[in-house]
Structure formats: structure tokens, C-alpha cells
């Protein structure tokens, strides 16, 4: 082998050079306040399989005002490392393209289904996203990381 230097050398400086971060970087301590990252999506914590409207229904929580809001993480990972990133509000209705009333209703199922194509077309394997992703310190201590936005690189634009 002639080549020196640690191979994916240069598609880490790359990445540096787009503003991109590795995950393994953010997961040290102190992290960013706020990064950007290339990932895939490996699956939803609670697991949710987009199969069938009755499976978002494990994405979403009743908070205490009797309103629902949706509350998961990503687990994604990355060349470096993997970890859990929760998506939360407005950033998931973004992401699935509903509300969490809207699991609830009958009406809007069509809706429901392109909620489970986002899934399943961010979770499928080969498929990249790119997220921005801030890191939050917990009342208990523990580092917490919150999806700002993602989208998916390797989605065929319409």
C-alpha cells in the first residue's frame, strides 16, 4: 500500500471546508452550541416502523394541557460515531409534513402517508441527511442534542 495518512482524511477536510461536522467532534465537550451534520438515519426512538399511520402514533406525546406534541428522537450516525437526536414540535411537523392532530383525525390520512414516506425516505439505507443540530445541557447533567432542521441530501427532487 503506497497511500500515507489516515484514509477519509481529506473527506473530513472537505467536510470542515463546507462547515460541516463529524459527530464524534460534537460529542466531545465541550460540543458546539450549534453544528451542522451529514448523517444517516438508522431508526426512530420510540421505534416507529412507516408502515402504517398507527405507528406515528408512538411519535407524539400527551403534555400536561391535554395537547399533543411530538417528542422522538433520530438516532443517527455518521463515518465517526452515532447518537440519539431528539425532534421535537414544530421541527418534526416540518419534518413529517403533519401535526400530531392530524394522526388523530381521520380526515387528514393522506397527509398521515406522506408523513410515513418522510420516514421511510430518511430511514431508508443509502439515504444522507444533513441536520443542524444544537447541543443542550440537561437540568440532570446529561448532554443533550435537539434537531434544528434536517433534510435529505439523496431525496430525487421533484
Known amino acids: 500500500g503506497s497511500s500515507n495518512g ?3 482524511v481529506d473527506i473530513v477536510q472537505e467536510m ?3 462547515g460541516l461536522s463529524m459527530l464524534e467532534e460534537c460529542l466531545r465537550t ?3 452550541e450549534t453544528f451542522t451534520v451529514q448523517f444517516e438515519v438508522s431508526h426512530t426512538v ?3 416502523n412507516p408502515i402504517s399511520v398507527d405507528e406515528l402514533k408512538a ?3 400527551r403534555k400536561k394541557d391535554g395537547t399533543f406534541s411530538f417528542r422522538f428522537a433520530l438516532h443517527i ?3 465517526s460515531s452515532e447518537v440519539d437526536v431528539l425532534c421535537l414540535g414544530k421541527v418534526a411537523e416540518e419534518l413529517l409534513g403533519i401535526t400530531p392532530r392530524d394522526i388523530l383525525s381521520k380526515r387528514t390520512s393522506e397527509k398521515c402517508q406522506g408523513a410515513l414516506d418522510a ?3 430518511i430511514m431508508s439505507s443509502g439515504s444522507i441527511c444533513e441536520g443542524k443540530i444544537r447541543s443542550v445541557l440537561g ?17 430525487e427532487s421533484v
Open 6 to 8: 489516515r484514509p477519509g
Open 16 to 18: 470542515k471546508n463546507n
Open 30 to 32: 465541550p460540543p458546539p
Open 46 to 48: 420510540p421505534s416507529c
Open 59 to 61: 411519535l407524539h406525546v
Open 77 to 79: 450516525k455518521d463515518a
Open 119 to 121: 420516514l421511510r425516505e
Open 139 to 155: 437540568k440532570d447533567g446529561k448532554l443533550y442534542f435537539i434537531l434544528k432542521s434536517i433534510f435529505c441530501i439523496t431525496a
